[in-house]
């Protein structure tokens, strides 16, 4: 937080998403990309201007500082809309399918974050792990514990960095080490949310974790709660194995479908993100729709846990707001690239193509939409905060062999989202600040 933005231009390849790519009437319209580029910084941490080298070059004052990255592209930061700072250290845990790895797995791992001292170690490596896989914005679960998402808080304040986080709600169909109850969660929650929400680049989410770990009424407790305060956000899990949604209808049988039960409760609205929505059906789809909330695709997750292939065209099709999620630790890889790899497979399995324009808008603009930050986040339109990350295109000897024989920035976007990983993020800036550099430590 002490370091100061200073104003410099960086030099490379710029790219970066105006639109959805699937949106408008050509490809070509949803973006901009320079191939000898270059990004002006103001000493705010915001984006001044962009464009072509030779004609910003010119109208710079002589001195101005000036950073040049051979063969690398900057692209806006990641924006990961959903994973579990908890789970860091459970990632890659073998066997279970959903509900047998919450059970086996999560909520064992989660009872330790009533420990402050213990979640500021581990939200520490979870951001240091973000910003090194170059994501600059997250939407993150803490666990039950207040503590947890204060440990979260104080770690990402410390880094300047977009976050948003809540305590997680869960009050039943848990150990009682990572239960609440309806009156301590809400007591908590505001507690957060009075010290948290809005201070610094921080924002606070209503986090229940799924409907099958809160009674009613602490489901009814959380909508109240939405109501509240201005600004909040509600996250939480939908739609997303078989057995999971069966045991919804046997606690629910009132409710006609998963996404009705939230919605009974005041919890869908356009601040809602839902995480995965592999398994829903057309009303819940037209309602997801109607109601402007977002679920985030997490296809490493869902490959993962064996849950199934999400529909990305029937989402699109609808037009619901649709951005990319890790979800570690269920998730495999922190990286934004290695997710497009699998979400792209995803796609083929379903007989679809994921262009690499349409990727880098799910990981970059579409999660600042998804996030109502994209007057923020998402792009270098001027005025934006300057998260911004840059990617080495020689990370690897094949790296470098394949890039040589790439002909036009579709295929050069293609191969980072394909053979991409946390190699690639050369440097990551967070508010026009350097918190990341490959070859160096994070710091
Ligand atoms: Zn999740």
């Given at each position: 937080m002490s370091k100061q933005s200073v104003s410099h231009a960086y030099r490379a390849g710029i790219f970066h998403c105006l639109a959805d790519p699937t949106s408008t009437?050509?490809?070509?319209?949803?973006?901009?990309?320079?191939?000898?580029?270059?990004?002006?910084?103001?000493?705010?941490?915001?984006?001044?201007?962009l464009g072509p080298a030779d004609q910003i070059l010119p109208t710079l004052p002589s001195g101005f500082p000036i950073t040049t990255y051979p063969n690398a592209i900057i692209t806006p930061g990641f924006i990961d809309t959903h994973n579990h700072f908890p789970q860091t250290e459970m990632i890659a845990a073998f066997?279970?399918?959903?509900?047998?790895?919450?059970?086996?797995?999560?909520?064992?791992?989660?009872?330790?974050?009533?420990?402050?001292?213990?979640?500021?170690?581990?939200?520490?490596?979870?951001?240091?792990?973000?910003?090194?896989?170059?994501?600059?914005?997250?939407?993150?679960?803490?666990s039950v514990h207040a503590e947890s998402a204060e440990a979260l808080f104080k770690e990402a304040y410390q880094r300047d960095m977009c976050l948003i986080t809540g305590k997680v709600l869960m009050d039943?169909?848990?150990?009682?080490?990572v239960r609440d109850t309806p009156e301590a969660g809400c007591t908590q929650s505001r507690t957060l949310i009075e010290q948290w929400h809005g201070k610094g680049r921080l924002h606070y989410a209503v986090t229940p974790r799924f409907a099958i770990t809160s009674t009613p009424e602490q489901l009814e407790a959380a909508g109240h709660l939405l109501k509240e305060y201005d600004g909040l956000y509600m996250q939480t899990h939908l739609s997303e194995n078989h057995k999971e949604i069966a045991w919804i209808s046997e606690l629910?049988?009132?409710?006609?479908?998963?996404?009705?039960?939230?919605?009974?409760?005041?919890?869908v609205g356009p601040r809602s993100v839902f995480a995965h929505g592999i398994h829903l059906c057309e009303d819940e789809i037209q309602r997801l729709a109607r109601q402007d909330a977002a679920i985030s695709f997490c296809p490493t997750s869902n490959l993962f846990l064996g849950s199934g292939l999400f529909n990305l065209k029937q989402m699109k099709q609808h037009k619901v707001?649709?951005?990319?999620?890790?979800?570690?630790?269920?998730?495999?890889?922190?990286?934004m690239l290695q997710t497009l790899n699998e979400a792209y497979k995803v796609t083929q399995m379903r007989g679809d193509k994921l262009s690499p324009f349409e990727s880098f808008y799910l990981a970059t603009l579409a999660g600042a939409e998804t996030l109502q930050l994209d007057d923020q986040l998402g792009n270098f339109?001027?005025?934006?905060?300057?998260?911004?990350?840059?990617?080495?295109?020689?990370?690897?000897?094949?790296?470098?062999?394949?890039m040589n024989n790439c002909n036009n920035v579709f295929e050069t976007l293609f191969v980072l989202c394909i053979l991409g990983d946390d190699r690639n993020i050369k440097e990551t800036f967070v508010k026009g600040i350097s918190r990341h550099q490959r070859d160096q430590a994070t710091h």
């Amino acid at each position: 937080m002490s370091k100061q933005s200073v104003s410099h231009a960086y030099r490379a390849g710029i790219f970066h998403c105006l639109a959805d790519p699937t949106s408008t009437a050509t490809p070509e319209e949803a973006y901009e990309y320079y191939a000898d580029g270059i990004l002006v910084i103001n000493d705010e941490g915001k984006v001044e201007r962009l464009g072509p080298a030779d004609q910003i070059l010119p109208t710079l004052p002589s001195g101005f500082p000036i950073t040049t990255y051979p063969n690398a592209i900057i692209t806006p930061g990641f924006i990961d809309t959903h994973n579990h700072f908890p789970q860091t250290e459970m990632i890659a845990a073998f066997g279970e399918q959903l509900l047998d790895w919450l059970e086996t797995y999560t909520f064992p791992t989660e009872s330790k974050f009533q420990s402050l001292e213990y979640a500021q170690q581990v939200a520490g490596v979870y951001l240091d792990e973000l910003l090194r896989n170059g994501t600059t914005t997250a939407m993150a679960f803490s666990s039950v514990h207040a503590e947890s998402a204060e440990a979260l808080f104080k770690e990402a304040y410390q880094r300047d960095m977009c976050l948003i986080t809540g305590k997680v709600l869960m009050d039943r169909h848990a150990p009682e080490t990572v239960r609440d109850t309806p009156e301590a969660g809400c007591t908590q929650s505001r507690t957060l949310i009075e010290q948290w929400h809005g201070k610094g680049r921080l924002h606070y989410a209503v986090t229940p974790r799924f409907a099958i770990t809160s009674t009613p009424e602490q489901l009814e407790a959380a909508g109240h709660l939405l109501k509240e305060y201005d600004g909040l956000y509600m996250q939480t899990h939908l739609s997303e194995n078989h057995k999971e949604i069966a045991w919804i209808s046997e606690l629910f049988p009132e409710r006609c479908h998963y996404l009705d039960v939230y919605d009974h409760y005041g919890l869908v609205g356009p601040r809602s993100v839902f995480a995965h929505g592999i398994h829903l059906c057309e009303d819940e789809i037209q309602r997801l729709a109607r109601q402007d909330a977002a679920i985030s695709f997490c296809p490493t997750s869902n490959l993962f846990l064996g849950s199934g292939l999400f529909n990305l065209k029937q989402m699109k099709q609808h037009k619901v707001k649709v951005s990319l999620g890790s979800d570690v630790g269920a998730g495999t890889s922190f990286s934004m690239l290695q997710t497009l790899n699998e979400a792209y497979k995803v796609t083929q399995m379903r007989g679809d193509k994921l262009s690499p324009f349409e990727s880098f808008y799910l990981a970059t603009l579409a999660g600042a939409e998804t996030l109502q930050l994209d007057d923020q986040l998402g792009n270098f339109l001027p005025g934006k905060e300057a998260d911004f990350i840059v990617l080495d295109l020689h990370s690897t000897p094949l790296m470098q062999y394949r890039m040589n024989n790439c002909n036009n920035v579709f295929e050069t976007l293609f191969v980072l989202c394909i053979l991409g990983d946390d190699r690639n993020i050369k440097e990551t800036f967070v508010k026009g600040i350097s918190r990341h550099q490959r070859d160096q430590a994070t710091h």
